[in-house]
């Protein structure tokens, strides 16, 4: 079984800052890792995912995550935030192998607020 | 690519009516969609796996009488819930998969009176 861990809560920021949210994950099977971001009153985007291949992804918005295996996490990372990146992230982690019925663990979520 | 629509939007019901909620892939085919629940300030509960072609698979603690889901095409899967109580209101968000992949409808929003 697959577990996320999502230690912030909530991450203050003010905007043009770097910010970094934190994600580690726990699994006896390879992993399929997974950051959406909800923004209020709607569903999950994807922001972006690592299946196989380069350990730095680079999604949408500017973005970007690195897996590291050995020290089991996933964070995410953007050099500087803007005011409209305030939102809730959202962690995912699914056994991999493209198995159709595997199920998304999600972690609990961290709030981005960014401050002007 | 990858676009994923829900419908309603948003609902509100009398206590012990059945409210349908659908969850479409729009340019993509789906054999697998999923079901969630999400409580303000919380993370997504999962509730049911949707087959297409077969039985929904629950997750413990879900009552499938009382969450009925039907997935008769590739594109479609309902949720129905049925005989909604006020404790049921919540917003019910599906997935759909394609590759490895899990792409997010906008949610539906109920509210049982």
């Known amino acids: 079984a697959q577990s996320v861990t999502q230690l912030d809560s909530q991450v203050p920021v003010f905007e043009e800052a770097p910010v970094e949210l934190r994600c580690n994950y726990s699994?006896?099977?390879?992993?399929?890792l997974f950051w959406y971001v909800q923004y209020p009153n709607q569903g999950l985007q994807l922001l972006l995912k690592y299946l196989s291949g380069s350990t730095l992804v680079k999604g949408i918005n500017g973005f970007e995550a690195e897996f590291n295996k050995s020290q089991t996490s996933f964070h995410l990372r953007k050099p500087s935030v803007h005011i409209s990146d305030t939102a809730e992230y959202f962690c995912a982690v699914s056994a991999g192998g493209g198995g159709a019925t595997n199920k998304l663990i999600f972690g609990t979520g961290t709030l981005l607020a960014v401050q002007p | 690519g990858a676009v994923v629509s829900q419908h309603p939007s948003w609902v509100i019901c009398k206590s012990g009516t059945s409210v349908k909620i659908e969850c479409r892939s729009l340019d993509f085919q789906a054999t697998t969609m999923f079901w969630y629940r999400q409580f303000p300030k919380q993370s997504l509960m999962l509730m049911a796996t949707s087959n297409e072609g077969s039985k929904a698979t629950y997750e413990q603690g879900v009552e499938k009488d009382k969450f009925l889901i039907n997935h008769a095409s590739l594109t479609l899967s309902t949720l129905t819930v049925t005989s909604a109580h006020p404790e049921d209101s919540s917003f019910y968000i599906c997935?759909?998969?394609?590759?490895?992949?899990?792409?997010f409808g906008p949610g539906t929003r109920l509210l049982v009176l």
């Open positions: 997935s759909a998969r394609s590759g490895g992949t899990q792409y």
């Open positions: 699994s006896s099977v390879s992993v399929y």
